[in-house]
């Protein structure tokens, strides 16, 4: 698989996410304490953008009433209908098996050399053609 | 349509009692004296009146009185008539009604000790609900713990309307009592008339009535899922009466449905609600509903992908069907053996137990 540089890592700090077309396939890119973990950005359930959705924390209960929070920010919630996908690896939290979203994987990496891109000029518009 | 095997258990037998003056040798002597002083007349609840063809069938239908008073009548009827070996007696008298908790408490007791002398302590075939005042779960742990040393009650026994949704943590202390002494809850159709009988208000017809005690089940189950009395009470069983339960599947996948999307609200709803039923929640099989024909039964079944959740039961003296009629029609014979007998044994396990 080809290798795509979709962005510079400043743009994208701990927290924040990316939307990015890669090669016509939609990705949302996090950024979880300095660590990148790309989804498919569509829920596999009907098709929502997980880009749209918030994040939140990974919720659990030892007993009824006793709620646990942890990993802030980590599991996003398609808003269309609400399923949790855990970001790190895509899987739904009522389902894990049956349930996830493609990851799709991230790196960071420095570019040497500038990519040339042409650049013309049409009348007032700058046009780029990739 | 088929009778039971024999040798089958009914899980839902409805002794009646003859009336208010019959309870008073297990009363008390204050509410004794209270009875007669306050001039309480009979507690009789509207779920079952008097007069409404549903509550006696014409031929276990005394010609004065109630049916379900007579102990010799309930042997050969319900008992020698369908080849029963044991019989779960569920009695439906007007504790829930009270409003007072402390008068709730000495008729559940009344209740419960004329039920140990007058039915279980002659007839070996009898088995027993403890009934408990849900206005005071207190009281109603404390009446549980006073009779879970006699093996021959087997469930405590409430009704499916009552305060308030009965997956509250209000009434957490019946639930506690109940899985500490391995004795199912039995919840069954009826009100305590807190609350209309629908969500939308009071029906205007019998039939209305009759069909929404389904809707009262589908919230009730609802509650006690996702309000997590399983996940507190992990031994706990649930058995529902009088419930109908063509329903269920239906409701628990749109149950399912709304917990994929707000699972963050109730963490301890570890798994689909149609996992937790499964594990923990049965249905008896009168009144059914009624699929049009054998082979939407057999269907309706495939939607439970479950042969263990539904139990024998006759709710006798109700009408719910005619001769020995009391098996759906298109159970296969192996299913008819699991609802009969199989299924009852795994959901009391004090059945399996001698009784001295």
């Known amino acids: 698989m080809a290798k795509h540089v979709v962005g ?72 269309w209908h609400g399923w949790e996908f855990d970001i790190r690896t895509g899987k739904s939290r009522f389902d894990p098996k049956r349930w996830k979203t493609r990851p799709v994987e991230v790196e960071t990496a420095e570019v040497k050399d500038a990519q040339t891109i042409d650049v013309a000029q049409d009348g007032l518009n700058i046009v780029v053609t990739l | 349509m088929p009778a039971p095997p024999p040798g089958a258990i009914d899980c839902d037998l409805h002794p009646a009692v003859p009336n208010l003056k019959a309870l008073l040798p297990y009363l008390d002597d204050h509410w004794r004296d209270m009875v007669v002083q306050r001039g309480v007349h009979e507690l009789d609840s509207i779920s079952y009146p008097n007069n409404a063809p549903v509550t006696a069938r014409q031929d276990w239908k005394p010609a004065t009185g109630k049916a379900g008073v007579d102990l010799d009548r309930v042997r050969a009827e319900a008992l020698d008539g369908f080849r029963t070996d044991l019989a779960i007696c569920n009695c439906l008298y007007g504790v829930q009604l009270l409003y007072t908790e402390d008068m709730a408490y000495a008729f559940a007791r009344a209740v419960n000790d004329w039920m140990a002398a007058e039915w279980l302590d002659k007839e070996p075939r009898l088995r027993a609900s403890i009934v408990v005042p849900p206005q ?67 029906p205007t017809y019998y039939a209305e009535d009759s069909a929404a005690q389904a809707q009262a089940f589908q919230s009730t189950l609802s509650s006690l899922i996702m309000e997590g009395v399983f996940a507190e009470f992990p031994d706990l069983k649930v058995v529902l009466l009088e419930s109908g339960f063509a329903w269920l599947p239906a409701h628990l996948w749109r149950l399912g449905k709304f917990w994929r999307g707000l699972r963050m609200e109730t963490p301890w709803v570890d798994r689909h609600p149609m996992e937790i039923a499964k594990d923990h929640v049965r249905l008896t099989i009168q009144p059914r509903d009624a699929p049009p024909s054998p082979e939407d039964f057999e269907r309706l079944m495939t939607h439970f992908d479950s042969d263990e959740m539904l139990l024998f039961s006759t709710d006798y003296p109700h009408w719910q069907f005619d001769g020995d009629d009391a098996l759906p029609a298109g159970l296969s014979p192996a299913l008819a053996e699991k609802i009969c007998r199989t299924n009852p044994l795994a959901t009391y396990p004090r059945l399996k137990e001698i009784v001295a």
């Open chain 1, 8 to 79: 510079a890592a400043k743009d994208v700090p701990p927290g924040e996410r990316l939307r990015v077309d890669v090669a016509g396939t939609p990705v949302v890119i996090y950024n979880l304490g300095g660590e990148y973990f790309g989804l498919l950005d569509r829920c596999p359930h009907m098709g929502g953008l997980l880009s749209e959705g918030i994040q939140i924390g990974l919720v659990e209960a030892p007993k009824p009433g006793c709620y646990s929070y942890d990993r802030a920010g980590e599991i996003v919630r398609c808003p």
């Open chain 2, 136 to 202: 005071n779960p207190d009281y109603a742990a404390a009446e549980i713990d006073r009779l879970a040393g006699d093996k021959r009650f087997v469930q405590v026994l409430m009704l499916v309307m009552d305060e308030m949704p009965l997956g509250r943590r209000r009434y957490w202390p019946i639930y506690r009592a109940a899985e500490r002494h391995g004795l199912p809850i039995g919840i069954h159709a009826g009100s305590s008339y807190r609350n209309p009988v629908t969500s939308v208000g009071w």
